[in-house]
């Protein structure tokens, strides 16, 4: 064999083990290439999995603030019904009054029925409050009641100007009021 045959010969070899490399690195590749491709699809599998948990726990969000929303719209309901009942309500006015003068006390009723179509008088009360000097003061007082529809035009304005008269003429420094919603029947 000649040199250059034998050249020749020795550069096939390293060209057929550089085949044999590269088709061994094709393989590996492949190989490397199939695993990357399984890890994609558990990975893929894995994110479905957790978004489909993650839209089912939206979904279940979604259901509890809509059930909420219902409640509430409910409650609203409810309470607006109730507020519209307590308009057609009547009104429990009670005036407290100083008991020292019985005569007072009537003209003070008859004011009231003439303001409000009645009064009733509640005799033996006793009214406590607390001085400037942090002394407990204990008074007799009447509670003259009555009873009016609440939508009454000016009712504020009639309340305040009864009170005023009330504290000239048993000369007080304020007069205590309440008023609160009823209903009330006669039977």
Not at 29 to 39: A, D, I, S, V
Request: aromatic residues 4%.
């Amino acid at each position: 064999m000649s040199l250059e045959t034998a050249d020749l010969q020795c550069q096939i070899n390293d060209i057929d083990l550089k085949i044999q490399e590269i088709e061994e690195a094709i393989e590996s590749l492949k190989t490397e290439r199939k695993q990357t491709e399984q890890e994609i699809q558990d990975i893929t599998l894995y994110l479905d999995s957790e978004a489909k948990s993650v839209r089912m726990e939206n979904d279940n969000r979604i259901h509890n603030l809509y059930t909420l929303l219902d409640l509430q719209h409910d409650m609203i309901q409810k309470l607006q019904e109730r507020v519209e009942n307590l308009e057609g309500t009547d009104l429990e006015i009670m005036f407290y009054v100083p008991t020292h003068d019985t005569q007072k006390i009537d003209e003070v009723a008859n004011m009231i029925t003439t303001a409000f179509g009645g009064a009733t008088i509640i005799p033996n009360n006793k009214g406590l409050w607390e001085a400037d000097n942090d002394r407990v003061v204990v008074d007799d007082i009447t509670i003259i009641q009555t009873v009016v529809k609440k939508d009454r035009t000016m009712l504020d304005c009639c309340i305040e100007t009864i009170a005023q008269r009330i504290k000239r003429k048993f000369n007080q420094e304020a007069v205590f009021v309440t008023a609160r919603p009823i209903r009330a029947r006669l039977f």
